[in-house]
């Protein structure tokens, strides 16, 4: 009976995943959220007890899954095309960070591949390009390999991302051995609908964040401690916000590794951001999309929303470049003194507070699209925690803001996304206080 139920668990999950890699329009939210919740629920059917069939099976659906998607164009997210522009500036040798798109499109300004369709599918035209060196890299190999086809673009771009998700998988198996825990955990991760549509399905680099932070966790478990630092670099370069997980590893590595994986670390990004420095207004460029990142854009948020109708209130306007820089300050803050006072030095227990780290980050930002769960959800394979796993579920209610343009969000089911998720850490942690 339990066979049964997994297998039907598999077709549920692969045909909700398929559809939504080929055949789901933005636009329609029913159609789009009923197949995700038939693909969770054979998630759930998969992952809930203790295999009876061999793990081999379940990652084997996981790659196919993956590879399936491969060669599907995203359908849930448009940034592909900043991809595409970015990748095409740098393979014709300009900076993409020291000119807004614009500017490309005026009178002897003009680069091969960068016209007016391909400008106004970008979502953000009037903002300068927010994306690390790792991920530039990624587009630009895209651009050398297929300079003239969108849709080729993606794929290639596509297929370094399920290169990344089977590094993942790998380290997941190889850190749950480490840490004597059940490598069927990895299924979390693994068959996650919510991870597999939006890293390889809609071309996020998440998925390559998670490779490189799980690469760096992993080698500090077998004291490499230059290794993980050029991996812990990595992940720095194909995303920002694995910073925010150093002060955890002050008291881990405090020593003579400290300063190896530390000194790694800022040697190892700064070369990877090297090339990109080249010519003027990086800094400039690259500064300012970040201010605009923490003062304009606002999606999906929890503790700011609450601040933003405060701030209404009060004034009568929003608040969002007042709110948003404050918010990433007490993040940080947060963070920091939790890190500090963490007094644990073994490699375990450390998955556990790097995702307390993250939580906190999401429950400050002014903006949490549903990739963005990617690390929480990797790390909780390690923890005791699914908190993570019901938030891949409700985030998935955002997608109601893309039924009308311009975008609008539904307050009501935010409240209940962020609603839900509370109720449900506040019973995991009296549960776990119950069991001590």
């Given at each position: ?275 990109l420095l080249v010519g003027s207004g990086f800094v400039e460029g690259f500064g300012g999309s970040l201010e605009l990142y923490f003062r304009k854009f606002e999606f999906n948020a929890s503790v700011y929303y609450l601040l933003r109708a405060y701030g209404y209130y009060e004034l009568g306007w929003n ?76 985030i998935m209610f955002t997608y109601t803001s893309y039924v009308v343009e311009p975008y609008r969000e539904n307050l009501v089911l935010v409240g209940v996304e962020y609603g839900l998720v509370a109720g449900y850490y506040l019973w995991e942690r009296s549960r776990r206080s119950a069991l001590a």
């Amino acid at each position: 009976m339990r066979l049964a139920a997994r297998i039907a668990g598999a077709f549920l999950l692969a045909a909700g995943v398929l559809y939504l890699g080929y055949g789901v329009d933005r636009t329609d939210f029913d159609s789009l959220f009923s197949a995700f919740t038939l693909a969770f629920l054979g998630y759930l059917l998969v992952i809930w007890r203790p295999l009876a069939t061999p793990l081999q099976y379940w990652m084997g659906l996981g790659i196919a899954l993956r590879l399936l998607l491969v060669f599907a164009f995203p359908l849930l997210s448009d940034d592909v095309y900043r991809f595409i522009w970015d990748g095409r500036l740098i393979a014709e040798g300009h900076n993409p960070f020291t000119q807004l798109p614009a500017y490309y499109l005026e009178p002897g300004h003009g680069a091969e591949g960068l016209g007016q369709a391909l400008f106004n599918r970008l979502n953000s035209p009037d903002y300068y390009t927010i994306y690390p060196p790792v991920a530039q890299g990624v587009f630009t190999l895209a651009a050398w390999i297929s300079p003239t086809s969108w849709y080729g673009a993606a794929v290639v771009m596509k297929a370094v991302l399920f290169l990344a998700e089977l590094g993942s998988l790998l380290l997941l198996y190889r850190l749950l051995l480490t840490f004597q825990l059940p490598p069927e955990r990895l299924l979390y991760y693994w068959l996650n609908p919510l991870i597999i549509v939006e890293i390889v399905g809609n071309l996020h680099f998440e998925g390559a964040m998670v490779c490189f932070l799980l690469w760096s966790l992993y080698l500090l478990t077998k004291s490499n401690y230059a290794g993980a630092a050029g991996a812990m670099a990595l992940s720095v370069a194909s995303k920002l916000l694995p910073l925010m997980l150093l002060p955890f590893l002050l008291k881990r590595l405090w020593g003579r590794p400290f300063w190896t994986f530390f000194g790694g670390v800022a040697a190892v990004t700064g070369l990877l951001f090297l090339p990109l420095l080249v010519g003027s207004g990086f800094v400039e460029g690259f500064g300012g999309s970040l201010e605009l990142y923490f003062r304009k854009f606002e999606f999906n948020a929890s503790v700011y929303y609450l601040l933003r109708a405060y701030g209404y209130y009060e004034l009568g306007w929003n608040q969002i470049a007042r709110f948003g820089p404050l918010l990433a300050q007490l993040a940080a803050g947060i963070i920091l003194i939790v890190a500090l006072a963490d007094d644990r030095t073994d490699w375990r227990s450390l998955p556990g507070r790097w995702l307390a780290a993250f939580t906190i980050y999401l429950l400050c930002a002014t903006t949490v699209h549903p990739w963005y769960l990617a690390v929480p959800i990797g790390l909780c394979v390690f923890t005791p925690w699914r908190f993570p796993l019901l938030w891949s579920f409700l985030i998935m209610f955002t997608y109601t803001s893309y039924v009308v343009e311009p975008y609008r969000e539904n307050l009501v089911l935010v409240g209940v996304e962020y609603g839900l998720v509370a109720g449900y850490y506040l019973w995991e942690r009296s549960r776990r206080s119950a069991l001590a």
